[in-house]
């Protein structure tokens, strides 16, 4: 008997390790079948998306043509002045101006010659400022004539000779005149910025 016993416990195992082959043959076939529909679902989106960069890949060559470089050895140079605050020339009430004024040139040189002249700079500046009502400087184009006339003013107290007819076009209180335009006048001060522009 014992030997029966033996011969019937030994195909018992054989059953057991058919069924852990069919286990692990169906959680291997599983594994695999959803790697791949992972692959494939994953894999058409990324093909979408390089078709679509491919047909987008051509306009920001076109706007590369429209934008400007920048060239690092250029680059103009900016001088921060040290804030204004002022009163206004406002007659119905007592109004004052907080402005911020940056200047910009493009010689990196004129810095330093700024800083020598930067008391008749801000005099000139001061002068301006005073002369000027709230109404004239709360719209973007009374904004754009003070920031001018500030470049011309302060290329002035460097020394630079500025023309008359050019200041009159440039006050806006005398009545224009009909001129013929001339060449804009260079002046070593390229724009002026404003860093804040506050009016109380």
């Known amino acids: 008997m014992s030997a029966a016993a033996a011969t019937d416990a030994a195909p018992a195992p054989k059953k057991g390790n058919k069924k852990l082959i069919i286990i692990i043959a169906s959680v291997l076939l599983l594994v695999l079948g959803g790697g791949a529909a992972a692959f494939f679902l994953l894999k058409k989106p990324h093909a979408e998306a390089e078709e679509g960069e491919e047909a987008a890949a051509p306009a920001p060559k076109a706007e590369k043509k429209v934008q400007h470089s920048l060239d690092p050895k250029n680059a103009p140079t900016f001088v921060p002045l040290d804030p204004f605050t002022v009163?206004?020339?406002?007659?119905d009430a007592e109004r004052y101006a907080?402005?911020?004024?940056?200047?910009?040139?493009?010689?990196?040189?004129?810095?330093?010659?700024?800083k020598a002249y930067m008391p008749a700079i801000r005099n000139n500046i001061l002068l301006l400022l005073a002369q000027k009502t709230a109404a004239q400087l709360l719209d973007r184009e009374g904004k754009e004539k003070l920031a001018e006339q500030i470049r011309r003013e302060a290329s002035r107290a460097l020394g630079y000779e500025i023309d008359e007819e050019d200041d009159e076009a440039a006050d806006e209180d005398k009545p224009?005149?009909?001129?013929?335009?001339?060449?804009?006048?260079v002046l070593p001060i390229s724009a002026v910025h404003f860093s804040n522009f506050i009016i109380q």
């Open 98 to 114: 907080q402005i911020g004024i940056t200047l910009e040139v493009d010689d990196p040189k004129l810095p330093d010659a700024l």
């Open 176 to 185: 224009k005149k009909k001129k013929k335009k001339r060449a804009q006048q």
């Open 87 to 91: 009163n206004l020339a406002d007659r």
